[in-house]
């Protein structure tokens, strides 16, 4: 008798993870703006690896808060490295287009700072740094409160928009 691997049981659904903005800050439809490209980092939100919610700031620079699921663990207990780079990879990717540059990301650098804990609602801040020729630079960061636990530098190379 042959066996066959057991088949993965779905997580359940963790709890509600409170993704409010700021007060000074408006809600942002990212995927009105680029479609669904977003399904990567953004396209479950009430699943068990990210939930995103997108806003401006009074400044019109991109936010978002995020909440890193159980779907997501590097090291036990806490997001792989590898989550927050596609997470700053959307994001800042996304800042760009919302800036009113159609891009691609043509390179990320991420510098991480801390392990950041499962299960937490953090803010990834974003900032159009400049824009010249064709290569927009895009900075970024996750963090919550003091605690850094990732920042992103983000060179976006403009494409001809059909």
Sequence with gaps: MVKTPAEKVPSPPCPTAD??????????????????????????????????????????????????GPETEGPPGHAHGGSMAAVLDEVLGLAAWAAGYSIVVGNLNVSFRNLLPLQKVVTVESRVISAEGRKVVVHGKIYCRKAVYAEGECLCITIPVK
């Excluded at 408006?26 to 995103?52: C, I, K, M, T, W």
């Design 19 to 68: 993704l409010s903005g700021e007060a000074d800050w408006v809600p942002f439809d990212a995927p009105s703006l680029v479609g669904e490209s977003l399904r990567f980092v953004s396209g479950e939100p009430d699943g068990n690896r990210f939930r995103v919610r997108y806003y401006r700031d009074k400044e019109q620079q991109l936010q978002a808060r995020i909440w890193f």
